[in-house]
Each structure stands twice: as structure tokens, then as C-alpha cells.
């Protein structure tokens, strides 16, 4: 294997099949992970909630991403399956008394059978017919989780007791640290198990089934079953980003599950770059900071511009549909291929290509 | 008796703005292959901009229309100009996203304009109530239902007879063809914006007149998606159809059985017309399968 300025070369197919090849991408993995381990020592509370949210997106864009990017199945479910989720953990753990990490397997299961179910007409519609069948299947399962007075005993919401693990109870005063190492953990987990599906026969009959169906049923590629576990692996992603919702704010209502939250996650994935794990990364991140920016410099700049305070949901939203038309128009490939492009840049230097 | 009439009537009316709304996406998805998830937010423009020169600058109505009509006609060139166009040939996921963007960009920015407070103008319709078969019904929904036919009507009458709208069947029917015709299909795409804008706009005034002018507005854009389903995305006839069945649907639902049910029984419809006949009553059996 050799990395010149003309690009990589590999010359096994060992060192194909590796997920990092050159030097430079182990430097820049230790950087990252020097980070995040740092982060709760640096980060004070306020900082910490929000890395935790981000860490939560994570693992649902990059769920959502297994769906849209790499098979091709547009959904605007994903509020529905994030509250299937965060629901059946919650229900699990609070009422039927059931240890909180094997509720949480039971909701991601769960999940992963409904999505199953609701990808049924993925089976035969394609592109915006299925665009409209999840935006009815996301309507259908908000309206239950309204309606259906079982889920939250009449009351319209399920509180969540403080997580106990192993006997262990989070304290109060290190509740973010603590949850910071817990979502950690397990958003690592997932992006590696992510990448690591795509290198497997299943992540590739997926894309197969992505860039052209007809050819894919061709070459011995079972579409059904295809469509169908990739509906199943992202709704479990989708399942655990829910479930862990769920616990990490200790309440549940249907609020935070409407066709926006779908929206959101769609975003994500659009402005990171569809198809693409890093991708689903940099745009959760991305799409989670964006808000949080725009009201800090709002805060900011309070007394000159009274405007921007008043009118902060309006500015955030109309900055976010911005956001997203004008990654789609400037660069539809999205943040990872910005960062393609810088690398490319500083390895060809001084040349320009 | 009296509560089917009354029901029947304001499901009239509410399938009537639902068929001017879900023209407007059919035009654009017919003309362009796009998928308009802004169509709610068209009304909203439109209706705040009728709002903005009748009840704040207190125009008389024609010139106010003119206003609303001009906002309409600039909204729909420039979002075709500046936004779609540079999407041609993406893929559908790019194309949907794009223009739920543009939603939430128009939401946002009338929501800054306005604030989020229901806005009260001089009502347009006359606002008193006949006796119909036994029930008492406000006139204004009558109204609505027939200023809605003359306006499907007038548009049906301009895709048949006119220049212009037998360009845009061509250009719906094949492109290429079209083009070699001398047929100019950027012009075609901003005429089909334009159009929707419109239609957008007289649904806006409507149901701001009926209702209130307020952020609500915009929800009316995601119930034209059972609408297009049930009529068929490429057909205009089914529009109204669509819309007269999805409007009295709501109705009933909600005057007979819970108000709860009827916001989501459009999209059980849905499902159900999706999976026996996904292009619906009137459309185009062209749908791509797997």
C-alpha cells in the first residue's frame, strides 16, 4: 500500500478490505478519541447536555442513513420509530419492572419488527409513493401515541425514573458525566457496527439494491429480503437512539416525536452526505449545533439586535430550511465530501488536482 | 337531518380549497416531476399577502387581489428560478427535501413578519346564514364552494382551449417532443409555479376568509398529499374528486364519529388507495414497481 500524491494504492487486497490505510487516518482517529475522552473534563454541564443530545442523533442519523442512503428507501418515518422506541423502553422499564438495559433490547427489537412492518410498501413503491406512505405511516403513529391512553396510564406522558444500572444510581451532580460515558460507549459501538455492515454481503446487497433494483435482482440479489432487513437494521439503530431518549430525559411525550423530528433527521443526513457513515455523523453533529449556535449568538448580540431575540424559533427555523436548500443546491453530496475535498486538497499540494 | 346537511356543506367547502391547494402540486408535479411539500406554505404567503394589502394597508378588494396576485406570480418564478432549477436531475430524495426546506424557510419568514397571533380582516364573503333543506348553513361556505368550481373550472377551460396550457399538456406528455416543437420547457416549468402560486393564493384567501389568518394555514399542505394520492398525482379532474371525497371524509368523521380520527383518517385512506392502486383514481397507470 503506498499513499503518493496521486491518490492510494493498495497492492493486497488485505490492505483493500482494511478501514484505515494510511498513517495520517490513525493520527487523525487519536485526535478525535483524544477529544472525546477529554470532553467531559473541559465541558462544563450546559456543553455536556448538548454533546449528549448530538451523541443520541448520532446514532439515529446514522440509522436513518443505513435506510435512505445506502438503500435508497426515502422514509419520513423516523419520529414514529424513534417514539416506537422510546415508548416500548420506557413502558418496559417502568411498568413491568424490567432491568433498563434489557428494556432497552426489547424496544430496539420492537422497533426493529414494526419498521419491518411499516417497510412493507417499500416492497413495492419506490422513490416518492414511498416518500408519502411513510409521511402517512409518521401521521398514523402519532395519532396512536396521542390517542392510545394505555401507553401513559391516561396521564399523556410516562416519567422515567433516574437510570440504575447494575444496582448503581446515577447521581445528581455527575448526571451529565456520567451519561456522557454511557452514550459514548454506545454511539461508538453503533458507527462501528454501521461501517462494519457495509463490508459484509448484506450492507452490499443494500447498495445494490440502491443504485438499481432490476440489475440487482439479476445478479442474485433477494430484493425483498434486502429492502426488508435494511428497514429492520435501521429501525433498530432508530429503536436505540429512542429508547436512550427516553431514559437520558426522563420523560416521554408525543411532542418530541412529530413529522419535524422526521424533518430534523432527514436533514442530517442530507446536508452530512447520504450514503455515507461519516456523513450521517458531521450532519447530526452539524444540525444539532446549528440551533444551539444561532442562540448563543443571539444571545450575543441581545441588546444591538432586539429583532433576532424576539424571533428566535422563526430565525433558527428560516436558518435551518436555508441550511438545507442551500447544501442541496451547492453541494448535494454534503459535508463529507467538503472533507473529501480538503483532504484531497492538502495531499495534492501545492498541485491542484 | 340537519347535521348531515351541515356537514355535507362544510365539507363542501373544506374539499373545494383542498382541490385548489392540491391543483396547484399536481400542476407542478406534471409540468416538473417535483414533489411540492411547500404547497401549504404557498397558501400561507398567499393569504398573508392578501392579509398584508386588505386588512393592514386597507386597499379595496381588486387592487388587494392584484397585490396577492402579484406576490403569488413573484414567489413562483423565483422559486422555480433560483431553487428548482438548479435541482434538475437530482433524485427524488433531493428534490423532496428541497422543497420541505423551502417550507420551512416560508413558514419561518412569514412567522417573523407576523408572529405566530391569528389575524382578523374584514371579511370578504358575506357572513350570514340560510336555511337548506332544514338546516342553517352560513353562506359564506356556499360561496366558497362556488367561487372554487368557477376557479377549477376556468383552469380546466386554460389547459384545454389555450396556448399556453395545451404547451403545458405537451410538455406534461413528453419533453423531448415538446422541445422539438419549438415549445420553450424552462418557460413551461415557471408557468407551472406561477399557476400554483395562484391557485394557492385564491385557496389562501378563502380559507383565511372562512377561518383565520394564521400559521394553521400551512397545515392544509401536508392533507393535499391523500388528495393527489386518491385522484391520481397527474390528473387535474382528480384533484377535485380527490378533494371533495378527502374534505366531506374529514367532516363526517369528525361531526359522526371523533374530531380526534378525522385529522388522521386522510392518511389511512392513503395507505389503503397505496396499496391497491397506487396511482390512483384518475392517474396515469406509469407507476415504476419493483
Known sequence: MAATSTGIHHRSYTSELRLRATPSEYVRLGLVAAALV??????????????????????????????????????????????????????????????????????????????????????????????IATLASQQIIEFVIRRWAWLTDGKGYINVSRLELFGYRIPRSSFEQKWYWILLVLTVVAVVAARNIFRTGVGRSFMAVRDQDIAAEAIGVNVTRAKLTAFAVSSAFVGLAGALMAHYTETVTWEAFTLNVSITYLAMIIVGGLGSIAGAVFGAVFMSLLPVLIRTLADRAEGSVPFLADQLPAVQNAIFGLVVILFLIIEPRGLNRLWERIKEYVRFWPFRY | ?????????????????????????????????VINFAQGEFLLVGAYAFYTAFGLLGLPFIPAVLVGVLVAIALGVLVERLILRPM????????????????????????????????????????????LLGATVPVNRLLVIVIAAIVLSAFSVFFNKSRHGIAMR??????????????????????????????????????????????????????????????GLDSVPGTIVGGLTIGLLKQFVSGYLDPGLATVIPYIVLVLILLVRPYGLFGETRIERV
Open chain 1, 38 to 131: 477529554l470532553a467531559p473534563f473541559v465541558l462544563d454541564n450546559y456543553w455536556l447536555s448538548i454533546a449528549n443530545a448530538i451523541l443520541i442523533a448520532v446514532i439515529g442519523a446514522v440509522g436513518l442513513n443505513i435506510l435512505v442512503g445506502y438503500t435508497g428507501q426515502i422514509s419520513l418515518g423516523q419520529g414514529g420509530f424513534l417514539a416506537v422506541g422510546a415508548y416500548s423502553s420506557a413502558i418496559l422499564a417502568e411498568r413491568y419492572s424490567v432491568p433498563v438495559p434489557l428494556a432497552i433490547i426489547g424496544a430496539v427489537i420492537l422497533t426493529a419488527v414494526i419498521g419491518t412492518f411499516f417497510g412493507l410498501p417499500g416492497l413495492r413503491l419506490k422513490g416518492l409513493y414511498l416518500a
Open chain 2, 88 to 131: 434538475i436531475g437530482e433524485q427524488p430524495i433531493s428534490i423532496i427535501m428541497v422543497t420541505i426546506g423551502l417550507s420551512m424557510l416560508l413558514r419561518s419568514v412569514v412567522q417573523m413578519f407576523y408572529g405566530v397571533q391569528p389575524k382578523s380582516q374584514p371579511s370578504i364573503l358575506p357572513t350570514g346564514s340560510v336555511s
Open chain 2, 170 to 231: 405537451a410538455v406534461a406528455d413528453d419533453q423531448q417532443a415538446a422541445m422539438t416543437m419549438g415549445i420553450s420547457v424552462s418557460r413551461i416549468f415557471a408557468l407551472a409555479w406561477v399557476l400554483a402560486a395562484v391557485s394557492a393564493l385564491i385557496g389562501g384567501i378563502l380559507l383565511g376568509d372562512i377561518t383565520a389568518v394564521d400559521q394553521n394555514l400551512a397545515a392544509f399542505g401536508l392533507m393535499v398529499f391523500p388528495v393527489v394520492i386518491l385522484g
Open chain 2, 1 to 33: 337531518m340537519s347535521t348531515f346537511v351541515n356537514l355535507l356543506v362544510y365539507g363542501l367547502a373544506d374539499g373545494a380549497i383542498l382541490a385548489l391547494a392540491a391543483l396547484g402540486f399536481v400542476l407542478i408535479y406534471k409540468a416538473t416531476a
